[in-house]
């Protein structure tokens, strides 16, 4: 990847060292640290709403009866079967917004509601006003993995966002969704979590979490 980056040619020009080491410490962070902010706010959500967690494990309990008995490992087969779990997982990056905005630059004057942008200024679209704005989504303050197609904006309207938008849509954003969704896959079946201090305060900034880092009791099941 350093050599990629090496190589690479933005309008001409090679890149720094310094904007190779800028870039390499995103993919550390956008590869380790969004996982897992992610995985868990799903894990407190499920928490939060039993009805749901029964769901969900329901959902990966039916995988394995499934599974053929040669097989004893997950696969990308099953994972595509989640369809349950894919809508907790979207609709928590919905509620979470663990990325608190986007980066953008206006390329011409951009002239929108009556306002104009100049060519040139920077631009911060802030994500959580476009998913708790109830123009977008019924209740959004309400976790809701069911939500109908209807209430869930489309997209590509630009409606849903936890993984940026346009030409700079985050490369790695099914690669997250499959790691999430194996590690809730083994979660849900053979863990139970307990948090310590479930009514903690939550920080936004920069990442939306609980103040506590989720401090919580992790409980073995038994294996039948």
Not at 140 to 150: A, H, I, L, M, T
Request: overall charge neutral; hydrophobic content about 40%; charged content about 25%.
């Amino acid at each position: 990847m350093v050599d990629l980056l090496m190589e690479t040619e933005e309008d001409g020009k090679k890149l720094s060292s310094q904007e190779i080491v800028d870039l390499i410490i995103i993919y550390l962070l956008a590869g380790h640290e969004s996982f897992a902010h992610a995985s868990t706010w799903v894990l407190i959500n499920l928490l939060e709403h039993p009805q749901y967690y029964q769901i969900a494990k329901e959902e990966q309990e039916e995988i394995v009866k499934k599974r053929v008995s040669t097989e004893d490992a997950l696969n990308l087969a099953e994972i595509k079967e989640m369809e349950y779990l894919s809508k907790v997982i979207d609709e928590t990056l919905r509620v979470a917004n663990l990325s608190f905005t986007l980066f953008r630059e206006a390329k011409t004057d951009v002239h929108m509601n009556g306002y104009t942008i100049p060519k040139g200024w920077k631009v911060l679209p802030w994500i959580r006003s476009v998913h708790m704005d109830s123009q977008n989504y019924k209740n959004p303050n309400v976790f809701n993995p069911s939500r109908c197609k209807e209430d869930n904006p489309s997209k590509g309207a630009g409606m849903y966002m936890p993984f940026g938008a346009g030409s700079r849509l985050c490369p790695g954003m099914n690669l997250a969704k499959i790691e999430i969704c194996i590690f809730l896959h083994y979660f849900l079946l053979h863990y139970k979590l307990e948090r310590l201090n479930p009514n903690g305060k939550v920080t936004y900034i920069p990442v939306t979490r609980p103040s506590d880092n989720c401090i919580a009791r992790i409980q073995k099941l038994s294996s039948t």
